[in-house]
Nanobody, 126 residues
């Protein structure tokens, strides 16, 4: 498994922006599909976005499409989530995840992702 460390969460007003970062511990990161998930209090963890190993393909949930952008810098072993036009319903703990067995998104479920970060809190005030 790869070690993942998220950063960049915080408190922001509705309409504001945040950029989350996820640093991976291994150079083999470049072979992995990477994803972002979130979990609001009392709710199940849900898919937010994912990106293929070379960054050529990205995927988004309908709830964030057009507002969030996922990207990666393989030279820095880092994946990002740029979040714009934030809404109070975006409030959640955001998790970075890696699928070490495949370089493209296999499913928007959590199952294929075998490494997870510790999460970073994002709070959007109205």
């Amino acid at each position: 498994q790869v070690q993942l460390v998220e950063s960049g969460g915080g408190l922001v007003q509705a309409g504001g922006s945040l950029r989350l970062s996820c640093a991976a511990s291994e150079r083999t990161f470049t072979s992995y599909a990477m994803g972002w998930f979130r979990q609001a209090l009392g709710k199940e963890r849900e898919f937010v976005a994912a990106i293929s190993r070379n960054g050529g393909n990205s995927y988004y949930s309908d709830s964030v499409k057009g507002r969030f952008t996922i990207s990666r810098d393989n030279a820095k072993n880092t994946v990002y989530l740029q979040m714009n036009s934030l809404k109070p319903e975006d409030t959640a703990v955001y998790y970075c995840a890696a699928d070490s067995k495949y370089g493209f998104l296999r499913s928007t479920g959590t199952g294929p992702f075998d490494s997870w970060g510790q999460g970073t809190q994002v709070t959007v005030s109205s």
